[in-house]
């Protein structure tokens, strides 16, 4: 209800509120969830796999494919090359057969040669089983026009400008007795310039031409000597003959053109007629180079040239062929390129993993959050104040852990809050007896129907102590909850502290018909002493040995015993009784606060069950550990472990024991303790 100020009367006005119910928990977006992450995450790594694989895959094809091409690129214009040399040899492709079948047999290729008309002029394959050719040619096998893509380089000069073979001389080939003259004037000019200590050899050129070349560094020499051959210098009477005819070719070309005429060296260069001629040769084989002037007249020789060259060659070479290159099985060449359909492929493919990584992913990535939702809904139902059932554990792995961790922690929880609700109510009970005690009794003096009598006065005293006690007990573990419970640590005997205990408790004892007594120590094994702080001690050990006393029927026993352990590290103080013993199934929980083994709350055994959490509490502020064994309908025995002193001696503790039994005595302590086993009755002033 929330009070609302009236303006008229000025008082408030409660009005109703609605009640809020906690509502569904709000699923997260997916790209925050878990889920969310764990699919973008495999996408992206399933992505760039993808990708880099391909890529991959790509480059080292392609490389291998191009290796491979380049092989059968060599292999291709070495035949291009042969085949171009027997044409630029012989007039016409007759007896070509045996060359075919000789570079089919040698690159394990499959070779056939064609007119332009596709009339086969020889083929490598067998006649029965020659499957057709391809529609498009490999390459056309002419020395007047070379495919320079595939043509190698004959000798030193290389291919001609004019894309003229260089082994196509035709009329400008020399005949055996002038090849005869010049090798003889090439051999003299050798010798004379081994003599004079230059090195130089006999070259001969595709037309039989020979001519010195001198070998390394030593042309300059080579020009200061008188070795050179006249014979060399000079055109025969061949090649006379030819560049005469070569030279009235391109004069009629020019002349056509409306140009002057010019005159022809044996290399092709070219003069004015009023010049004298160039006879000094430089090359192995004519080579149509431009001359010295340019322009026009230059451009329109060098053309016209070419092409008188090329009508001079044309009866003396093999018509143009088609060349037909392919596998011996006629297959293509292989081949691989990133066209729209492998592109396509490799688009599909990539696309298809992507969907199965995708596709594994979500379902992965389900199992891995429907488990983590339900811990969510649990944990938000257990928020909401609402009961939440156990999360379904399915298997062994870190998620199975964290929800069988979740169940115990909901059930720990439920327990606690189980023991709170008992708490509440058995406080409230401790707290409403005595109360109704004193209330009753001071409602009967007031009546006057009792008198206040000493009687009355203890009466009176003894229900304010039961509430003292049981405020001592919350206001103790309040205390060591936060961290804030005060010690007064100093030089002690647990004998004595056991001592005392028992001389404090031993009235009660007695009166149960109980027998309390103290092991006295082994005489080879004394207990080192303590530094503690002697009170909080005695009140750890008076709640034990009062709830020993408690639960042991009448002619039982209760026995505390003190002795150092093994490692000698530690003093052990045991607290043990015949009496009717613990439940295994309890025996976890008898230090858990407001936990009792008996669920009623008969005052006959004892409070509100904060006793033994605040025997654990005290134990561990003081270093030690504290642990209970018990064997249901034979007894029980509770032992505590506290850290020893090895700086205190047996002096300094007689000492503080002194001490502490002189200001006792001063105070009146040591009186029987009060009822309910309170927790400051254990042999010591409450602080």
């Known amino acids: 209800m929330r009070r609302r100020r009236d303006p008229g009367l000025g008082t408030a006005v409660r009005r109703p509120e609605t009640a809020r119910r906690p509502g569904p928990p709000n699923r997260l977006p997916l790209r925050k969830s878990l889920f969310g992450r764990l699919l973008a995450v495999s996408a992206l790594v399933a992505a760039c796999s993808v990708a880099a694989t391909a890529w991959l895959a790509v480059q080292t094809t392609s490389g291998a494919i191009k290796q491979e091409q380049g092989r ?49 002029l020889a083929d490598s394959a067998t006649a029965p089983s020659r499957p057709a050719l391809p529609p498009q040619a490999s390459a056309v096998v002419d020395p007047l026009s070379v495919d320079t893509a595939l043509s190698q380089p004959v000798g030193e000069a290389g291919s001609a400008a004019d894309r003229v073979d260089p082994r196509a001389v035709g009329p400008f080939r020399l005949p055996a007795s002038e ?8 051999e003299r000019s050798t010798a004379c310039m081994s003599r004079l200590g230059v090195a130089a050899d006999v070259v001969r050129g595709p037309s039989g031409r020979p001519r ?52 022809l060296n044996l290399d092709l260069t070219w003069a004015q007629p009023s010049e004298p001629p160039l006879i000094v040769l430089t090359t192995e084989a004519p080579v149509p180079v431009p001359g010295v002037r340019t322009g026009d007249d230059d451009r329109a020789t060098a053309s016209c040239v070419g092409t008188a060259r090329r009508e001079q060659l044309s009866s003396h070479v093999a018509s143009p062929a088609m060349l037909f290159i392919g596998d011996a099985n006629d297959t293509t060449v292989p081949g691989f390129a990133l066209s729209p359909s492998n592109t396509a492929k490799i688009a599909g493919v990539a696309a298809l993993v992507l969907a199965l990584t995708v596709g594994a992913t979500m379902l992965a990535g389900a199992r891995l959050v429907s488990p983590l939702r339900a811990l969510t809904g649990a944990a938000q139902r257990m928020r909401d104040g609402q009961e939440s059932a156990p999360v379904r554990v399915t298997d062994d792995s870190e998620i199975g852990r964290l929800a ?68 001592d007990d919350l206001q103790d573990l309040a205390a060591a909850d936060a961290g804030v419970l005060r010690l007064h640590p100093e030089p002690v005997r647990i004998e004595d502290v056991l001592e005392q205990v028992a001389a404090a408790h031993q009235g009660r ?27 909080r001690l005695r009140q750890a050990i008076g709640n034990l040995v009062s709830n020993a006393v408690r639960h042991t029927p009448a002619g039982g026993r209760v026995a505390l015993h003190a002795y150092v352990s093994e490692a000698g590290d530690q003093v052990v103080v ?10 295994a199934g309890d025996l976890p929980h008898v230090f858990d606060r407001f936990w009792r083994a008996e669920k009623s709350r008969n005052r006959r055994t004892g409070g509100s069950g904060l006793g033994l959490a605040i025997v654990r509490k005290l134990v561990e502020a003081h270093g030690g550990a504290v642990d209970a064994s ?58």
């Open 404 to 471: 069988a961790a979740f169940n115990d922690m909901s059930a720990h929880r439920a327990r606690l809050e189980e023991q709170r609700k008992d708490m509440v109510s058995d406080v409230a009970h401790e707290l409403r007896t005595p109360l109704s005690n004193i209330r009753g009794w001071l409602e009967a003096a007031q009546d006057g129907l009792a008198e206040p009598d000493p009687a009355f006065i203890a009466s009176l005293h003894t229900e304010a102590v039961q509430l003292q006690h049981i405020i």
């Open 212 to 263: 010195v070349k001198v070998v390394g560094n030593d042309s300059d020499e080579a020009h200061g000597t008188r070795c050179a051959a006249e014979e060399l210098d000079r055109p025969t009477a061949t090649e006379r003959k030819a560049l005469t005819a070569l030279n009235r070719l391109a004069n009629a070309c020019l002349v056509r053109q409306g140009r002057e005429g010019v005159r």
């Open 72 to 120: 059968n690129l060599t292999a291709d214009a070495r035949i291009y090359n042969t085949l171009l040399g027997y044409a630029a040899t012989h007039p016409t492709w007759d007896g070509v057969e045996a060359t075919v079948r000789d570079l089919a047999r040698r690159s394990g290729r499959r070779i056939a040669l064609t007119t332009e008309q596709r009339g086969l």
């Open 574 to 583: 045991d607290v043990v009784d015949t009496g009717s013993g613990i439940a």
């Open 179 to 186: 090849r005869t003259v010049l090798q003889q004037a090439a």
């Open 509 to 535: 004892a007695e009166t149960a018909g109980v027998v309390l007594t103290v092991r006295d120590t082994a005489a080879d094994a004394p207990v080192p002493g303590l530094t503690a702080d002697p009170v």
């Open 630 to 687: 018990s064997v249901e309908g034979q007894g029980s025995v509770f032992t505590l472990r506290l850290p020893t002193d090895p700086t205190v001696t047996v002096a300094e503790a007689d000492a503080g024991t002194e001490r502490r039994t002189n200001t006792d005595a001063d105070a009146g302590a040591g009186t029987e303790p009060e009822p309910e086993g309170g927790t400051h009755g254990a042999g010591g002033p409450a602080r």
